[in-house]
């Protein structure tokens, strides 16, 4: 009698047939929910493609149909209290896009072809681009259509359209193969102002709080902007070389052996009588310093009192005795160890420079050993020009918040590119002395440019304080530009200081 | 082209394995405590990180450190301090328990949603081989999307299986992957 028991246990299984909605309905429910076709077919054991041929008007049948059907329901009961605002939802354009996107298209179009594409119920980042996308391959968000990506790139501000010179370059139209350019390939400085207007919308114009919002962002955003000014690019950016000992931290707090030749120096005395000393600052100096010599690849050994010019890196000098100490600083800084030390590839072009017939200050420096690769010195320079187009572009608007952004995002991006912990997509600390040896150098250069005009330098500090007696503004321009200098201060020095100011800033006497 | 190396370092190149260049890299990222064990700061944080649970007590029990409580007590108080191999065990334990509990993190941060983390290979040194002998080996990158195996095995401790799986992954780079079983660095950010 087991054929009737099975004839029975078949009509028992027949006779529920469950109602399913509507093909549309069951696609949309589900789309409500949140549940990418992938998650359904692994729920009910079935295919991807079996849940699109569901969902396009193929019913299924026997145990599937029932456990389907169940589902549907239960998420139709889910979905009923809130079902008004997910229909909103599906149909208005997402906020966090902007005009250039084509509405998105939740349409057949894409599905009928493609099994693994599914809906998204709220957009998510691409995966290729990281603007919001309405669609996943495969469980990734992205854009389907490859122009869709390069549209959703934050549209260009109409401040940059006031620049003129070098952002006025012809757009150069990209290699085969390559995605479409985007608005910031062709207008590199377009990430910095999209980023403050979006800051500023953010905090509703609230410039204290979108500062400090910008402030915080600048390492990751000037990592982005690096990416993006380095597309199309001769050399790529090698972010983690192996780096020689002498490179490396001795302790968590330590140092390690490269000396950047940072400047510290006071004019042992004054000429008679009283002067009027100005503090002049540098203005950008680390923004300046980005264009220099940079080593590309991995370091390499070599010993042997050669420098070639095509190569940049960290040599072992003995460096050349100095007897201007009463004028001029001395190129290598306030050094008080006698004996070899490692200095950087500007520090040693300055020397060498300095030796030569047109100068004729010092001895040659004699190089024992290096660590250099071959090197240069546009790694950077579209990096700088476009921080020094944002920067010249808010100085010219009176834009505080920007003007912040771009010097967080300058002064972070080098002190954070060697062994930081806040950056760790470059592990360069080579990049790092050599951009901060090339500040000093241009900073000692400007001294000695003070001094040859017939100036009196009186002191050199740091990486941007230059303090001169006598006329300056017939020899550097004032103004807050990379290429001219701030008053930072006007003090009184000389035989007789009075006011305490004056006594503070004076070493001499 | 042979590709595993046989007999490297015959002609004087110089390298490390790849999948050690990827633990040490793994290690540098998993922030272990910088003072050494051997120091009162070093041991003192490695048993409190140790014994701060008793999740944690389990995991370093199960990582070799198998010594009573009461030891342990004794180490924490400062009354005893342990013993030459005692200090071994503590931050091998140390070591293993840190990387098992940072794998998951880790783990994400490289896979990031699926984009997968760009690596760097830089290839062997060749400085010391005669320049007849030298051969033109470049510097790559390769995007690895699956961290899976790899994370898997380093925080195991597993040397084999983690040069499986770090070979599993090269060998994207074409038939030339051999030349890049030996590197002097492999790079990544997390």
Same mark, same amino acid.
């Given at each position: 009698?087991?054929?009737?028991?099975?004839?029975?246990?078949?009509?028992?299984?027949?006779?529920?047939?469950?109602?399913?909605?509507?093909?549309?309905?069951?696609?949309?429910?589900?789309?409500?929910?949140?549940?990418?076709?992938?998650?359904?077919?692994?729920?009910?054991?079935?295919?991807?493609?079996?849940?699109?041929?569901?969902?396009?008007?193929?019913?299924?049948?026997?145990?599937?149909?029932? /456990?389907?059907?169940?589902?549907?329901?239960?998420?139709?009961?889910?979905?009923?209290?809130?079902?008004?605002?997910?229909?909103?939802?599906?149909?208005?354009?997402?906020?966090?896009?902007?005009?250039?996107?084509?509405?998105?298209?939740?349409?057949?179009?894409?599905?009928?072809?493609?099994?693994?594409?599914?809906?998204?119920?709220?957009?998510?980042?691409?995966?290729?681009?990281?603007?919001?996308?309405?669609?996943?391959?495969?469980?990734?968000?992205?854009?389907?259509?490859?122009?869709?990506?390069?549209?959703?790139?934050?549209?260009?501000?109409?401040?940059?359209?006031?620049?003129?010179?070098?952002?006025?370059? +012809? @757009? /150069?139209?990209?290699?085969?193969?390559?995605?479409?350019?985007?608005?910031?390939?062709?207008?590199?400085?377009?990430?910095?102002?999209?980023?403050?207007?979006?800051?500023?919308?953010?905090?509703?114009?609230?410039?204290?709080?979108?500062?400090?919002?910008?402030?915080?962002?600048?390492?990751?955003?000037?990592?982005?902007?690096?990416?993006?000014?380095?597309?199309?690019?001769?050399?790529?950016? @090698?972010?983690?070389?192996?780096?020689?000992?002498?490179?490396?931290?001795?302790?968590?707090?330590?140092?390690?052996?490269?000396?950047?030749?940072?400047?510290?120096?006071?004019?042992?005395?004054?000429?008679?009588?009283?002067?009027?000393?100005?503090?002049?600052?540098?203005?950008?100096?680390?923004?300046?310093?980005?264009?220099?010599?940079?080593?590309?690849?991995?370091?390499?050994?070599?010993?042997?009192?050669?420098?070639?010019?095509?190569?940049?890196?960290?040599?072992?000098?003995?460096?050349?005795?100095?007897?201007?100490?009463?004028?001029?600083?001395?190129?290598?800084?306030?050094?008080?160890?006698?004996?070899?030390?490692?200095?950087?590839? +500007?520090?040693?072009?300055?020397?060498?420079?300095?030796?030569?017939?047109?100068?004729?200050?010092?001895?040659?420096?004699?190089?024992?050993?290096?660590?250099?690769?071959?090197?240069?010195?546009?790694?950077?320079?579209?990096?700088?020009?476009?921080? /020094?187009?944002?920067?010249?572009?808010?100085?010219?608007?009176?834009?505080?918040?920007?003007?912040?952004?771009? /010097?967080?995002?300058?002064?972070?991006?080098?002190?954070?590119?060697?062994?930081?912990?806040?950056?760790?997509?470059?592990?360069?600390?080579?990049?790092?002395?050599?951009?901060?040896?090339?500040?000093?150098?241009?900073?000692?250069?400007?001294?000695?440019?003070?001094?040859?005009?017939?100036?009196? @330098?009186?002191?050199?500090?740091?990486?941007?304080?230059?303090?001169?007696?006598?006329?300056?503004?017939?020899?550097?321009?004032?103004?807050?530009?990379?290429?001219?200098?701030?008053?930072?201060?006007?003090?009184?020095?000389?035989?007789?200081?009075?006011?305490?100011?004056?006594?503070?800033?004076?070493?001499?006497? | 082209?042979?590709?595993?190396?046989?007999?490297?370092?015959? &002609?004087?190149?110089?390298?490390?394995?790849?999948?050690?260049?990827?633990?040490?890299?793994?290690?540098?990222?998993?922030?272990?405590?910088?003072?050494?064990?051997?120091?009162?700061?070093?041991?003192?944080?490695?048993?409190? &990180?140790?014994?701060?649970?008793?999740?944690?007590?389990?995991?370093?029990?199960?990582?070799?450190?198998?010594?009573?409580?009461?030891?342990?007590?004794?180490?924490?108080?400062?009354?005893?301090?342990?013993?030459?191999?005692?200090?071994?065990?503590?931050?091998?334990? &140390?070591?293993?328990?840190?990387?098992?509990?940072?794998?998951?993190?880790?783990?994400?941060?490289?896979?990031?949603?699926?984009?997968?983390?760009?690596?760097?290979?830089?290839?062997?040194?060749?400085?010391?081989?005669?320049?007849?002998?030298?051969?033109?080996?470049?510097?790559?990158?390769?995007?690895?999307?699956?961290?899976?195996?790899?994370?898997?095995?380093?925080?195991?401790?597993?040397?084999?299986?983690?040069?499986?799986?770090?070979?599993?992954?090269?060998?994207?780079?074409?038939?030339?992957?051999?030349?890049?079983? &030996?590197?002097?660095?492999?790079?990544?950010?997390?």
């Amino acid at each position: 009698m087991s054929d009737f028991d099975a004839i029975d246990s078949l009509l028992a299984s027949l006779t529920p047939q469950s109602a399913l909605p509507e093909a549309r309905v069951r696609r949309g429910l589900r789309e409500r929910a949140g549940l990418s076709k992938a998650q359904l077919a692994r729920t009910l054991g079935v295919s991807p493609s079996t849940v699109t041929g569901w969902e396009t008007g193929r019913d299924p049948s026997g145990e599937l149909r029932t /456990k389907y059907a169940y589902l549907l329901e239960g998420l139709a009961a889910k979905l009923a209290p809130s079902a008004p605002q997910p229909a909103d939802e599906a149909t208005a354009p997402p906020s966090a896009l902007d005009e250039n996107t084509t509405s998105p298209a939740p349409g057949p179009a894409a599905d009928d072809d493609m099994d693994d594409v599914e809906a998204l119920a709220a957009p998510e980042p691409c995966v290729l681009c990281g603007q919001p996308a309405r669609h996943q391959v495969a469980g990734f968000p992205q854009h389907l259509d490859p122009a869709q990506c390069a549209t959703t790139a934050p549209a260009p501000d109409t401040s940059t359209q006031q620049m003129g010179g070098r952002t006025a370059k +012809p @757009v /150069k139209a990209a290699p085969a193969g390559r995605r479409a350019t985007t608005a910031s390939d062709a207008d590199p400085s377009g990430p910095i102002a999209a980023a403050v207007a979006e800051a500023l919308e953010a905090h509703e114009g609230d410039v204290e709080a979108a500062t400090a919002a910008l402030v915080k962002r600048a390492i990751p955003d000037a990592m982005a902007l690096l990416d993006d000014c380095r597309r199309g690019g001769r050399y790529a950016i @090698v972010a983690h070389p192996w780096i020689p000992d002498i490179l490396r931290k001795q302790s968590a707090r330590g140092a390690d052996q490269i000396w950047e030749a940072r400047p510290k120096w006071t004019r042992p005395g004054l000429p008679a009588g009283r002067h009027e000393v100005t503090a002049l600052d540098i203005n950008g100096a680390y923004l300046s310093a980005l264009k220099t010599h940079l080593p590309l690849g991995q370091l390499e050994h070599s010993t042997g009192n050669v420098h070639d010019r095509r190569r940049a890196g960290v040599y072992l000098i003995t460096p050349p005795a100095w007897e201007h100490g009463a004028y001029l600083p001395n190129p290598i800084g306030n050094r008080d160890e006698p004996g070899p030390l490692w200095v950087t590839e +500007p520090t040693l072009r300055l020397l060498l420079r300095l030796s030569g017939p047109k100068y004729g200050l010092c001895e040659p420096p004699e190089i024992h050993e290096s660590f250099t690769s071959g090197a240069t010195e546009s790694l950077l320079e579209k990096f700088r020009i476009a921080l /020094k187009d944002a920067r010249d572009t808010a100085l010219a608007d009176g834009d505080e918040v920007t003007l912040e952004y771009v /010097k967080a995002m300058y002064s972070k991006f080098v002190s954070t590119m060697g062994e930081s912990n806040y950056n760790r997509e470059l592990y360069r600390p080579d990049w790092m002395h050599l951009i901060r040896s090339q500040a000093f150098a241009n900073l000692w250069a400007k001294a000695l440019k003070a001094h040859d005009a017939g100036l009196t @330098v009186v002191r050199v500090m740091g990486t941007d304080e230059l303090h001169v007696v006598g006329d300056w503004r017939r020899v550097f321009p004032e103004g807050r530009g990379v290429s001219e200098v701030k008053v930072k201060d006007v003090y009184a020095a000389g035989t007789a200081p009075t006011d305490p100011a004056a006594a503070g800033h004076t070493d001499e006497n | 082209m042979p590709e595993r190396t046989i007999d490297f370092g015959k &002609y004087g190149a110089q390298g490390i394995k790849g999948h050690e260049a990827v633990a040490r890299q793994l290690d540098a990222l998993a922030d272990f405590i910088a003072s050494p064990v051997t120091t009162r700061r070093g041991l003192m944080a490695r048993l409190h &990180y140790l014994t701060r649970t008793p999740h944690a007590r389990a995991a370093a029990h199960d990582a070799g450190l198998t010594v009573t409580d009461r030891t342990l007590k004794a180490w924490l108080a400062g009354t005893r301090s342990p013993t030459r191999q005692n200090l071994a065990r503590i931050d091998a334990a &140390y070591r293993t328990v840190r990387r098992h509990n940072v794998a998951r993190y880790l783990l994400a941060r490289l896979n990031r949603t699926g984009r997968g983390t760009r690596v760097e290979i830089h290839p062997l040194n060749q400085s010391g081989v005669h320049s007849s002998r030298q051969r033109v080996v470049e510097f790559r990158t390769l995007n690895i999307r699956r961290w899976e195996a790899i994370i898997g095995a380093w925080s195991s401790g597993d040397d084999r299986a983690l040069d499986e799986a770090w070979i599993e992954q090269i060998v994207d780079l074409g038939s030339q992957w051999g030349q890049y079983e &030996y590197v002097t660095n492999i790079g990544f950010a997390a």
